[in-house]
């Protein structure tokens, strides 16, 4: 069984930054590729970035992208979000999930994904 633990969440002044993390409880963490994901109030869970198993390529929604980083440490079975110059519409329940290696459906959606963790809470003040 595959479980996932996410941390680092908080509360930060626009402009600022944090760094998430998501702790991976796998054989073979890096044959998975790895994804956060992130829902706010009322909303649906939208993509934010992924990391292939096998490249470390990364992918990385339009919203995000020049200000979030999302990287892996396959020695630590750690997968990390780094988030800069945070915004207000940043604010959301951050997931990280995980992906068998012979999926084939999108990794931009949540049905790409087998494994999720709880969630930590990212909270962007004006």
């Known amino acids: 069984q595959v479980q996932l633990v996410e941390s680092g969440g908080g509360l930060v002044q626009t402009g600022g930054s944090l760094s998430l993390s998501c702790a991976v409880s796998a054989r073979l963490f890096s044959m998975y590729t790895m994804g956060w994901f992130r829902q706010a109030p009322g909303q649906e869970r939208d993509f934010v970035a992924a990391?292939?198993?096998?490249?470390?390529?990364?992918h990385y929604a339009d919203s995000v992208k020049g200000r979030f980083t999302i990287s892996r440490d396959n020695a630590q079975n750690t997968l990390y979000l780094q988030m800069n110059n945070l915004e207000p519409g940043d604010t959301a329940v951050y997931y990280c999930?995980?992906?068998?290696?012979?999926?084939?459906?999108?990794?931009?959606?949540?049905?790409?994904?087998?494994?999720w963790g709880q969630g930590t809470q990212v909270t962007v003040s004006s």
């Open positions: 990391i292939i198993s096998s490249t470390s390529v990364t």
């Open positions: 999930a995980a992906r068998k290696s012979l999926r084939t459906t999108s990794l931009r959606t949540e049905n790409g994904y087998d494994y």
